[in-house]
T-cell receptor, first 115, second 111 residues
Framework: EAGVAQSPRYKIIEKRQSVAFWCNPI?????LYWYQQILGQGPKLLIQ????????DSQLPKDRFSAERLKGVDSTLKIQPAKLEDSAVYLC?????????????FGEGSRLTVL | RKEVEQDPGPFNVPEGATVAFNCTYS??????FFWYRQDCRKEPKLLMS???SGNEDGRFTAQLNRASQYISLLIRDSKLSDSATYLC????????????FGTGTRLQVTL
């Protein structure tokens, strides 16, 4: 079974530029998550989708971050304009359901460096 | 107070040692708990769920103390391959479950 696919794996941009990350979850997984992991910290939830609807985006900096999952399958996360503090690994994860016992399957992440 | 708190470590232990990590959580209504493992520059992967009665998987034992709001992970007979960061994860109650990760505890097992 294919895992969660993410691209690009690495991206280096200058501050104020824009960047987009793509994620394709495991087939059949209804719930998709984007996490931000800054070096030395645990993953922080940015946004959670159930099919193509947003369940939780309370920690998404909406002035610069946006995410969509139009057809309930793959998703994109965009940052515009980027700031130095956005340097992090952006992890996409999926799960079969958003229930309390669901296991998250993570992609390898997209490592962003903002100069 | 952070929702999920862990000692970041690092814990440096010799091969064969027993090591224990604790994690505290602030939301008393939290319903489920997990330990994830994250190798250096890799993605987190589920290590084990934590059940109220405690559970064991080989050399790993997880326990939950709801009264004190902490969970623990015990690793017996440590192996070099156990070197990683161990993330405590708590799922908040509610209509939309939310997994909150701790900062992780780094374990380094040495010869």
């Amino acid at each position: 079974e294919a895992g969660v696919a993410q691209s690009p794996r690495y991206k280096i941009i200058e501050k104020r530029q824009s960047v987009a990350f793509w994620c394709n979850p495991i087939s059949g997984h209804a719930t998709l998550y984007w996490y931000q992991q800054i070096l030395g910290q645990g993953p922080k939830l940015l946004i959670q989708f159930q099919n193509n609807g947003v369940v939780d985006d309370s920690q998404l900096p909406k002035d610069r971050f946006s995410a969509e999952r139009l057809k309930g399958v793959d998703s994109t996360l965009k940052i515009q304009p980027a700031k130095l503090e956005d340097s992090a690994v952006y992890l996409c994860a999926s799960s079969l359901w958003q229930g309390l016992a669901g296991e998250l399957f993570f992609g390898e992440g997209s490592r962003l460096t903002v100069l | 107070r952070k929702e999920v708190e862990q000692d970041p470590g690092p814990f440096n232990v010799p091969e064969g040692a027993t090591v224990a990590f604790n994690c505290t959580y602030s939301n008393s209504a939290s319903q489920s708990f997990f330990w994830y493992r994250q190798d250096c520059r890799k993605e987190p992967k589920l290590l084990m769920s934590v059940y109220s009665s405690g559970n064991e998987d080989g050399r790993f034992t997880a326990q939950l103390n709801r009264a004190s709001q902490y969970i623990s992970l015990l690793i017996r007979d440590s192996k070099l391959s156990d070197s990683a960061t161990y993330l405590c994860v708590v799922n908040s109650a509610g209509t939309a479950s939310k997994l909150t990760f701790g900062t992780g505890t780094r374990l380094q097992v040495t010869l």
